[in-house]
């Protein structure tokens, strides 16, 4: 591939030195060209005068396609890479020397610098010829370094039996598919052909592979061709989409792969070379962020950004997203040592142009965050550092108030102490009408973050959005460590449903939503649909190539405290209020005067310094109408009655009985 433009004149000071049958092939295409395009020009027949001139020409000539080969980078690119992109180079070469050659011609007089004047009709023809020749022979190696590759690596021992594979989608993603897969040697695909919905492509080809009929066709073409394995290469497939084909393929059965989507790709996450296994995500089919890139980069570029719990599921995307719009600096505010170390050593891997600095520090310790604040003044700060699982905070209230509304509270008074422009607060949905105490205590915390809005110039707001895939904690990671281990999947309860979006496009909008703040905001995201928590648990077993209920069981525990059976993105009565991002809404939430906050925190300190976790449970139901906070139950993981054993098994037994009659 070509460099850029400013590595040129580096990366080519001694190509020359490097690649001496390069300049000699060179040389002689362009050499040859130039006759040819004489030869043409007199039938083959050139008169002697005429031969004198192009002698005394090809010098100067070939030096001026040399030189517009150079300025535009060609010799930076690596022969058996070539590509159809690396052909504008090449074109702009041709262009250039064209112009200069014709310049010549016309400007200069004829009779003192004859030999510098090529006749129009051989400039045109002879750049034509050299370029082509120039182009067709790098094309050549390339082809020819293929061709060594693959028979050297089918001789050499590890050597696999390719797998008879079909590609769902001729579209982009497809094309792009193919061609990495017949550039490479150590390919494990022996493509027979595409299938796609599209029936104007049946017939056509991509990549020299036919398109072989629709996913109709699919169990009939997978009959004829042996197929071992579809792989689906549909950009921004829907998760419908996804879901059909995979019940195709279960039922031929042949295994079904998937290729990242071409903005996981632009995002730098995979490589289009990593098929891999349809996961979870590829079922929930979020459609991709659309981001405001300017916006985006006038909030961020050139700023000092801080993170707190930056080595968290959110956080540490959080930083590998403002990586993207150039930060002057990027601070990592983390208490755990080991989650510091492994964003710190992801950020020197793959983004070693950010400047940044990994900070060890707990958000409660006023000296320490002070000490930050005033070493590096952050303009932008993202606040995601929090207690956030809702079973352990019934068991831990206090900690989730100094946590959660105390921490809070010191780092956004340092903010607005310190001059930070910005100060971003990564809320939850479970902060709407709460019935757990972290839900509560993020809900306290929105509270007094719009009462610091009040006291200090800082832009103080909060993002709100559901559960994130994947995340430390999450449900998702809990189902697959429990398929994988051959456990029963634990589920609370078969009517639970939850919002789900995916750790990149949480980061991304909440940082499309701090750019969009000016103050006092509450955003709250678009998460789409909600999704039922059975639904994901059997979707999760299928695509570990197993049956739910037979291969792996699903037990239902029974909803904790805290939990709620369906959550809600907006309180009761609020109106939304559109922004300039579809998926970014701001909460019309009713805002509390300061000494009413100032009593709340009063309050909560008291309780919290005399460990009454009981009367930190009334105090949320005292000063939030909409909380539900339930008395603390003796213990939380308990032993589940008789009565609630039955009832739970059931409701299994009925499921099971409802499959069996459907089978």
């Known amino acids: 591939m070509t460099n850029l433009p400013e590595n040129n004149q580096k990366d080519q000071r001694f190509w020359f030195l490097l690649r001496p049958f390069q300049l000699l092939a060179d040389v002689a295409i362009l050499c040859g060209a130039f006759f040819l395009a004489y030869l043409f020009r007199f039938d083959f027949q050139i008169p002697e005068p005429y031969l004198d001139n192009a002698l005394n020409q090809i010098p100067f000539v070939v030096l001026v396609q040399f030189a517009s080969l150079f300025v535009v980078g060609t010799y930076s690119i690596i022969w058996r890479y070539v590509s159809l992109e690396d052909i504008k180079a090449f074109l702009k070469a041709a262009v250039i020397s064209g112009i200069v050659l014709v310049l010549f011609r ?180 979020r459609e991709p962020v659309e981001l405001d890139g300017k916006n985006l980069h006038d909030f961020l570029s050139g700023k000092t950004v801080m993170v707190t ?61 002070r000490e930050i604040f005033g070493e590096y003044k952050p303009e932008v700060v993202f606040h995601a550092a929090a207690h956030k699982h809702v079973p352990l905070m019934e068991i831990n209230p206090t900690e989730a108030i100094k946590n959660n509304i105390f921490a809070t509270k010191l780092v956004g008074e340092l903010a607005g102490e ?145 939990e709620k059976l369906f959550e809600e993105l907006e309180i009761t009565g609020e109106n939304l209020l559109k922004t300039q991002h579809p998926k970014i809404f701001i909460g019309k939430i009713a805002t509390y005067e300061g000494e009413e906050v100032e009593n709340i925190l009063s309050n909560f300190r008291q309780a919290v310094e005399a460990n009454d976790r009981t009367k930190i449970r009334r105090l949320f139901n005292h000063f939030l109408p909409e909380a539900k906070i339930h008395e603390e139950k003796e213990t939380l993981f308990n032993v589940k009655t008789t009565e609630e054993t039955n009832l739970i098994g059931a409701h299994r037994s009925s499921q099971l009985e409802n499959r069996l009659q459907k089978s």
């Open 418 to 562: 310190f001059g930070t422009k910005d100060f971003v607060l990564i809320s939850t949905d479970k902060a709407v009408n709460p019935t757990s105490v972290m839900g509560a205590s993020k809900r306290i915390a929105e509270i007094v973050l719009q009462n610091l809005n009040r006291i200090y110039a800082t832009n103080y707001m909060a993002v709100r959005f559901g559960n994130v895939l994947g995340s430390t904690g999450s449900v998702v990671p809990i189902f697959r460590e429990q398929i994988k281990s051959g456990k029963a999947v634990t589920v609370t309860d078969p009517k639970m449903t939850r919002y789900f979006m995916t750790i990149p496009e949480a980061s991304q909008l909440v940082l499309q939503a701090g750019a969009l703040g000016a103050g006092g905001e509450i955003f709250i995201l678009d998460m789409g649909d909600p999704v039922k928590i059975l639904d994901l648990a059997e979707d999760m077993i299928r695509l570990s190539g197993l049956e739910p209920y037979e291969d792996i069981d699903i037990v239902f525990s029974g909803v904790r405290q805290g």
């Open 309 to 369: 719990g930056a080595g968290g599921s959110i956080g540490s995307e959080l930083v590998k997203q403002i990586t993207n719009f150039n930060p002057k600096l990027l601070l990592l505010v983390e208490r755990t040592e080991f989650a510091l170390f492994q964003i710190e050593r992801e950020l020197v891997k793959n983004f070693s142009e950010t400047k940044f600095i990994p900070l060890l520090a707990d958000i409660g310790d006023q000296a320490r965050m």
């Open 106 to 285: 016309l400007l200069l007089s004829p009779e003192r610098f004859i030999r510098w004047q090529v006749p129009l009709s051989i400039i045109l023809m002879d750049t034509f010829f050299a370029f082509a020749g120039l182009l067709g022979l790098r094309v050549l190696r390339r082809f020819f370094y293929e061709f060594s590759e693959k028979r050297t690596f089918q001789l050499g021992k590890r050597r696999k039996i390719p797998k008879s594979t079909l590609i769902v989608g001729a579209g982009r993603l497809g094309a792009a598919t193919i061609k990495e897969v017949a550039g490479r040697a150590d390919t494990e695909l022996d493509v027979k052909g595409f299938i796609d919905d599209d029936r104007y492509k049946k017939g056509g080809s991509v990549g020299g592979k036919k398109v072989l009929g629709t996913t109709d066709d699919l169990a009939r073409l997978a009959d004829e061709l042996q197929v071992d394995q579809v792989v689906l290469a549909i950009d921004h497939a829907k998760s419908k989409e996804i879901r059909r084909i995979l019940d195709i393929c279960r039922a031929i059965p042949v295994k079904a792969q998937i290729v990242p989507s071409l903005n996981e790709i632009a995002h730098g996450r995979v490589s289009i070379n990593r098929i891999r296994d349809v996961e979870i995500e590829d079922l929930l089919g």
